[in-house]
């Protein structure tokens, strides 16, 4: 019924930029909260950044400053920008959403996409 894809993770150089889009079908984009959370090689899925329907935000402390999140309803995609990659934000990233308001809990989202892998070299 819902479905999330995730695209635009690939290799980069630390101190690069990149922009992860996560498109949703189904249901309107409009009808959900959206969240992004990661996931590094060896370690639990952790909290990034969420985005209401109304457009208010959220961020991890390690991603603050760096990290925007955004939604763009009339194309039911929303987006992480990621500035000034590090190599710890090496993870497989995921986009989430939700009926009910965003918080930075996964067990809060029922729909998720199935990840896309941001490599970040030093």
């Known amino acids: 019924q819902v479905q999330l894809v995730e695209s635009g993770g690939r290799l980069v150089q630390a101190g690069g930029s990149l922009r992860l889009s996560c498109v949703v079908s189904g249901p309107p984009l409009s009808r959900f909260a959206m969240g992004w959370f990661r996931q590094p090689p060896g370690q639990e899925r952790e909290f990034v950044a969420t985005?209401?329907?109304?457009?208010?935000?959220s961020y991890s402390g390690l991603v603050k400053g760096r990290f925007t999140i955004s939604r763009d309803d009339d194309k039911n995609t929303a987006y992480l920008e990621m500035n000034s990659l590090k190599s710890e934000d090496t993870a497989l990233y995921y986009c989430a959403a939700t009926f009910a308001s965003a918080d930075s809990r996964s067990s809060t989202y029922d729909y998720w996409g199935r990840g896309t892998q941001v490599t970040v070299s030093s």
């Open positions: 985005i209401g329907r109304g457009g208010f935000t």
